[in-house]
């Protein structure tokens, strides 16, 4: 695979009006095609072999960017982290954030610790939120909450996608931990935006009760 037969590939399936649309919600400095995200992974998948080729690609297109991370992602563990700090160095958006989860961490919880303490000292909002997905992606269980409050704690949520993903971890501390969640809360920990859109968020689940929910309201900060 070269570089310019990958831009064919894509070229032959972007879609002009999808393009349109996704740049609309995806606010990225790279160029985009419109390509569906099933069939980034497909290509993706068919190309993880090529990892080495494909990272030296240029990254001038979103969806390229993407193909990395996807074959990245797809690593066994330690070639994963051989990779994962360039490969966070290229998001700026919150679409390759997401979607940069690599299944191998399941397995190497205590490991990739460190590199997360990496990532996070880095900063930068996307370096930040990845902490953070991740986070919320594998170490939401009990176990580990003490770890997560800490982050929680350190975070400066005054980036835009930094309070939205803090907002998000908070949410799901509560909806699987509720009564911790809750301790989290009334600590005082968030900033009034981010405290308020995490109990928004978590509301929001089925998977709480109506109770709650209503308790959960009562600690808005006004």
């Known amino acids: 695979m070269t570089y310019s ?6 070229n032959d399936y972007k879609e002009d009006a999808f393009a349109n649309f996704q740049r609309k919600l995806i606010f990225t400095k790279a ?12 290509i993706a998948k068919e190309n993880e072999w090529n990892v080495e080729e ?8 979103f969806e390229v960017i993407f193909i990395k991370l996807a074959v990245v992602s797809s690593l066994p563990y330690e070639e994963f982290v051989r990779c994962v700090e360039k490969c966070v160095s290229l998001i700026d958006n919150w ?16 490991e990739f ?22 986070l919320l992606t594998f ?23 930094v309070h939205m993903a803090l907002a998000w971890l908070t949410a799901e501390i509560l909806v699987k931990y509720y009564d911790y969640g809750v301790s989290l809360l009334k600590e005082n920990l968030l900033t009034k935006r981010t405290h308020n859109k995490a109990i928004q968020k978590a509301t929001e689940s089925f998977r709480l009760t109506k109770q709650q929910k209503e308790y959960l309201r009562s ?4």
Do not use: W
Not at 31 to 42: N, Q, S, W
Not at 54 to 61: G, K, P, T
Not at 95 to 110: N, S, V
Not at 113 to 134: A, D, Q, W, Y
């Open 113 to 134: 610790l460190p590199v997360l303490i990496r990532l996070f000292k880095n900063g930068g909002e996307f370096s930040v939120r990845f902490v953070l997905v991740t």
């Open 219 to 222: 600690l808005k900060i006004k």
């Open 5 to 10: 037969n990958l831009l064919k590939i894509l």
């Open 95 to 110: 679409a390759c954030c997401d979607c940069f989860k690599a299944k191998c961490i399941e397995k190497h919880k205590e």
């Open 31 to 42: 160029k985009i095609l419109g390509v569906r995200t099933p069939v980034m992974r497909k």
């Open 54 to 61: 494909l990272l030296a690609f240029s990254d001038e297109y």
């Open 139 to 161: 170490y939401v269980e009990e176990k580990y909450l003490p770890f997560v409050r800490e982050y929680i704690a350190q975070t400066n949520p005054s980036a835009y996608y």
